[in-house]
Antibody
Framework: EAQLVQSGAEVKKPGESLEISCKGS????????IAWVRQMPGKGLEWMGI????????RYSPSFQGQVTISADKSISTAYLRWTSLKASDTAMYYC????????????????WGQGTTVTVSS | QSVLTQPPSTSGTPGQRVTISCSGS????????VFWFHQLPGTAPKLLIY???PRPSGVPDRFSDSKSGTSASLAISGLRSEDEADYYC???????????FGTGTKVTVL
């Protein structure tokens, strides 16, 4: 069974850096892309970006371009979401989700989701 | 930013049929597949239905979707208490080169 397992909850101070992870199992990691989705408290879903480990292509939502970095290490079937300087407004739940590879994405949808990682940024 | 517009809420009694609309534009719904997700409180979203491939396993055929032009809709027939959740549409946007989600609709079973 395909599964995405995310790293645990984080509590950080403004200005600190952070990297959260998403590990895939039960499927061929390189045949799928990994998207990151933000959900702020009490709000809806926002697509942040996607990485396709097979060809390392990465796309970002204009809203998140330059604010975060998405990367992946296919040797350990893990994708990452990184911030260099957190803000209080980054407080949210972050989900990873996989989508079968296609260029461009959008053909198969995000069919398996991680359990989410809560990030709290507070002084 | 949400580019797809959904009604904030809808409700129905058990057994009723409810529909949720999702309005977009030519660069997203008008030219790409629409996906529907549901999210129970405190849990991760789950892919509910989409047209590109067969229905995900475990999703009952009470759920159906349709699309016309730049709008899509999700219908839930035979409403059940376990259908009470938040529902989101999503589509790839060719102009943004990324996915856009709907604003979300809360379904309440009365």
């Amino acid at each position: 069974e395909a599964q995405l397992v995310q790293s645990g909850a984080e509590v950080k101070k403004p200005g600190e850096s952070l990297e959260i992870s998403c590990k895939g199992s039960g499927y061929r990691f390189s045949s799928y892309c990994i998207a990151w989705v933000r959900q702020m408290p009490g709000k809806g879903l926002e697509w942040m970006g996607i990485i396709c480990p097979g060809d390392s292509e990465t796309r970002y939502s204009p809203s998140f371009q330059g604010q975060v970095t998405i990367s992946a290490d296919k040797s350990i079937s893990t994708a990452y979401l990184r911030w260099t300087s957190l803000k209080a407004s980054d407080t949210a739940m972050y989900y990873c989700a996989r989508e079968e590879y296609n260029d461009p994405p959008g053909l198969f949808g995000m069919d398996v989701w991680g359990q989410g990682t809560t990030v709290t940024v507070s002084s | 930013q949400s580019v797809l517009t959904q009604p904030p809420s809808t409700s129905g009694t058990p057994g009723q049929r409810v529909t949720i609309s999702c309005s977009g534009s030519s660069s997203n719904i008008g030219s790409n597949f629409v996906f529907w997700f549901h999210q129970l409180p405190g849990t991760a979203p789950k892919l509910l239905i989409y047209r590109a491939t067969p229905r995900p396993s475990g999703v009952p055929d009470r759920f159906s979707d349709s699309k016309s032009g730049t709008s899509a809709s999700l219908a839930i027939s035979g409403l059940r208490s376990e259908d009470e959740a938040d529902y989101y549409c999503a589509a790839w946007d060719d102009s943004l080169s990324g996915y856009v989600f709907g604003t979300g609709t809360k379904v309440t079973v009365l």
